[in-house]
């Protein structure tokens, strides 16, 4: 099949709804497919908000003669101004964590004080741009969804069920083909997720200042911080048990989990994060909020422990739980490492190739 693949973003490697796309392609032309790659790289200029305006009217002219594609599979919202012609390639519409329950959170967030969102956010991001990813789901010929909430919201725009299919993020093979790795006598809790306000941070410190003094040989390695936020966030008493790591690629990841126990992400928001999968292609159980995409991922994999979201003393009981418990983290592990083998790329590629056949020959009948 001849294949286009779309990123609202500019393309970068190995990281967020830009690396998923990269290894997409990847793994599809691996099965023979020919794919081409569209993102605000085709634009040119800068990377602002104008340049994110612009890009879906650029998308609209590239299906318009994309006459030599069989399927356009662009992230949400870059379909908006595409016009449902009989000549169009199959449209496909794939989140990468779904803007509209963004929204919603970072909204709910602001109401509670917890962040400050400009006006421009309003305008743009929780307007002009809802808009679009909505238009673009109802125009899609199939949905791929992170959660079983962004399918459940895909149902009140009176989008098909028959055509919303619920995916998974992924791994390249070389990651989940990986030893796992055992907690040694110095045991490390890895802190995924970064500063920013949707990956609860806040939380996360909060819940894991009790279990640092209970647990006195307990560090903790935090990826995404840098020293600077670290001395910003974490008392003076604490903080020089953190070791931050503020950038990484995945080919550091076995290094960054050695001697792990457990990680920990308090996210706010979320569509399945990457984090968590890295964590488990080492065999270390996850603690994280019960929210969608992360609640998805552990209720199959039951590789962790699942804690309300923003509870911060039912995140602080959960560590300590897995922390004292040797046998209980070997169990939780295995079952990470175990469900992570069947999410890499080249599963997730071979399921969409099977969802973009099943697809076209529905057209055809």
């Known amino acids: 099949m001849r294949i286009a693949l779309s990123i609202h973003h500019e393309l970068t490697e190995g990281t967020g709804a830009p690396g998923a796309t990269t290894e997409l392609a990847r793994a599809l032309e691996a099965r023979g497919h020919e794919v081409d790659l569209w993102s605000f790289?085709?634009?040119?200029?800068?990377?602002?908000?104008?340049?994110?305006?612009?890009?879906?009217?650029?998308?609209?002219?590239?299906?318009?003669?994309?006459?030599?594609?069989?399927?356009?599979?662009?992230?949400?919202?870059?379909l908006a101004w595409v016009r449902r012609r009989a000549k169009n390639p199959l449209l496909v519409t794939r989140s990468h964590g779904l803007e509209p329950l963004v929204v919603a959170a970072r909204k709910a967030g602001a109401?509670?004080?917890?962040?400050?969102?400009?006006?421009?956010?309003?305008?743009?991001h929780g307007g002009f741009r809802l808009r679009e990813v909505n238009r673009s789901l109802r125009i899609a010929d199939e949905v791929i969804v992170l959660s079983q909430a962004e399918a459940d919201y895909c149902r009140t725009l009176h989008v098909e069920a028959a055509h919303v299919t619920i995916g998974t993020s992924a791994l390249p093979t070389w990651l989940s083909n990986q030893t796992p790795a055992q907690a040694g006598d110095h045991p490390i809790v890895v802190l995924l997720g970064g500063t920013a306000w949707r990956k609860g941070a806040d939380i996360a410190i909060a819940a894991l200042e009790p279990v640092l003094r209970n647990f006195p040989q307990l560090r903790v390695r935090w990826l995404g911080a840098s020293e600077h936020e670290v001395a910003r966030l974490v008392s003076n008493e604490l903080a020089h048990r953190f070791e931050p790591v503020p950038t990484y690629t995945q080919r550091d990841l076995p290094r960054l989990f050695t001697e792990a126990s457990v990680a920990l992400l308090c996210s706010r928001v979320e569509g399945m994060p990457l984090s968590l999968l890295e964590a488990a292609a080492f065999a270390v159980p996850v603690i994280t909020s019960a929210i969608p995409g992360n609640a998805d991922l552990l209720q199959m994999s039951h590789g962790g422990r699942l804690v309300p979201a923003g509870d911060i003393d039912?995140?602080?009981?959960?560590?300590?739980?897995?922390?004292?418990?040797p046998e209980?983290?070997?169990?939780?592990?295995?079952?990470?490492?175990?469900?992570?083998?069947?999410?890499?790329?080249?599963?997730?590629?071979?399921?969409?190739?099977?969802?973009?056949?099943?697809?076209l020959e529905r057209r055809m009948s």
Do not use: C, M, N
């Open 41 to 78: 790289d085709l634009l040119g200029g800068d990377r602002g908000t104008s340049t994110a305006i612009r890009y879906p009217h650029h998308v609209a002219a590239l299906v318009r003669k994309a006459q030599r594609f069989d399927v356009v599979d662009a992230s949400t919202g870059d």
């Open 314 to 325: 039912a995140t602080t009981r959960a560590l300590e739980e897995v922390l004292s418990d």
């Open 328 to 359: 209980l983290r070997i169990k939780l592990g295995a079952a990470a490492f175990q469900d992570v083998q069947t999410r890499t790329w080249d599963h997730v590629a071979a399921s969409t190739e099977a969802l973009y056949l099943r697809a």
């Open 111 to 124: 109401a509670r004080g917890e962040l400050d969102l400009r006006w421009r956010y309003s305008l743009y």
